[in-house]
């Protein structure tokens, strides 16, 4: 996993939430948008009048400023409850990894690639969760306990089943799992919104800022203990080479362990939160102002009249095929890399040493999006990126012949994790410039909704070709049927049959470079065309991009 965001109140890490990525340990969709669309849509009026009474209250109370120790139990709080968010969707990540290494089909793999398409639908149930809850239980724990409560017994109950769904004799159940975790994803998206929301309200003004810092660094740590740390402690190798004096056939933790602790973890702590964690409390220092519920039928027109206006109709469309030509390197690469013998476990720590990266790159390049035309750097960093998918297929074809008895050498995984890098580098720069546009043309009446609808139609991009790419790699492979000449490897009945007769299915043309190929020729014509009527639209004037409902 297609887990620095630069928007505001918005996680992030640039995970894609499609499929295994390369390496799988980060996914680099941007698969969150951050708190419920209506919650920062104010008319000028009340918002003025807001900040009128909040300033005199706090002339009045200069004295009482809480600071961040007076804090810190919310922002511990808030911090713990994005770490919970972030473990279903690590978990979900590293299931394509098991997968491939059961040798499922990349069509089984297209259609789990679906459990990563909730948060990035989210907003078309976010306006429900804002506007529908029980005001004496609080406005977010409304949502925040019973979806708690549902995820810790969804992992409860995966920790009994999930070995017989992986370890089936036909093979493993792809739809059950695919359900299942597609159920812990839309949990997870659901809490998002409501723990987002109530960030706003849990702290103070003065401390309001550190409601996205937990965001990003709790989810990061949820993904991180629920996929590469996970990934790490199951593998039976990796346990044995690194953390074991005697070896033994199994890692230190199983998956149903996994699942059962952290289900156990989500009870006890949603059950705590709702016994004694009240909202809108008086905080010392803090101004209780009632938060803005705006309809939910205001919210869906107000979205699609933002959609109906044409630049934003026509950013959108080039959003949603912007990200074509990397899918096969984004989605495929890392289930390849697998199926050429690199260790899961491997290939996930490499995203350990990206983090530093990752935090460092959105402060950056965001000095060069700074300025009027941000998508200049969009535009300059795609046939970059490009190239990097011909260099990941290079990889692959590469990985066998480097392949010893004992594994891996050192020198191969330094060559995967500069490639990596180098891959992270183009893809925070198109990253980064698409949220500093996204910025610059929202509506600031409604910045909240106008930008969450612009960062969806950016994770739907991704999430898409990611699906299709994984789903055309079987059709688009070949295979004959060595040592038998009447039959032929076309099928999975077919191939079993060339075995059962004494022959050899033997792979001929994959299609995995037959996609990387397809793709980088699409994204060069979607960069020599349509990139440069997405660089044109930086010069429609504000009034294009002002939404005609607030005129």
Known sequence: MEFSDLTTQKNGRLRKLTGATFPPGHKRDMDREGASSSETEMGEDDTDGLIRSSDSEDRRHTRVRPGIHGELGNVLLLLFLYVLQGIPLGLAGSIPLILQSKNVSYKDQAFFSFVFWPFSLKLLWAPLVDALYFSRFGRRKSWLVPTQYILGLFMLYLSGTVNSLLQNSKGPDVVILTAVFFMLAFLAATQDIAVDGWALTMLSRENVGYASTCNSVGQTAGYFLGNVLFLALESAEFCNKYLRIEPQDTGIVTLPDFLFFWGVVFL???????????????????????????????????????????????????????????????????LKLVEEGVPKAQLALLAVPMVPLQILLPVIISKYTAGPRPLDVFYKAFPFRL?????????????????????????????????????????????????????????????????????????????????????????????????????SCGSTVEAGLCVKEGGVCVTTLDGYYVESVVCVVIGLVWWLWLGKKMRRLQEQSPAAWRCRVNQ
């Open 268 to 334: 006890i702590s949603t059950t705590l939160v709702a016994i004694f964690k009240r909202e809108n409390g008086h905080g010392r220092g803090r101004r209780n102002v009632p938060e803005e519920t705006q309809g939910v039928m205001e919210t869906y027109k107000l979205l699609f009249s933002i959609v109906k206006m044409p630049t934003v109709f026509t950013f959108c469309v080039l959003l949603l095929t912007a990200k074509i030509g990397f899918s096969a390197a984004d989605a495929v690469t890392g």
């Open 387 to 487: 190239l990097i998918g011909l260099e990941y297929a290079l990889l692959v074809w590469w990985t066998p012949s480097v392949k010893q008895e004992g594994g891996f050498p050192v020198y191969y995984y330094a060559i995967v994790l500069l490639s990596y890098a180098l891959h992270q580098v183009a893809l925070y720069s198109m990253y980064v410039a698409c949220m500093a546009f996204h910025a610059k043309v929202s509506d600031p009446l409604i910045g909240g909704t106008y930008m969450t609808l612009l960062n969806t139609v950016t994770n739907l991009g991704g999430n898409w070709p990611a699906t299709l790419a994984l789903w055309m790699v079987d059709p688009l492979t070949s295979k004959e049927c060595r040592g038998v000449a009447s039959q």
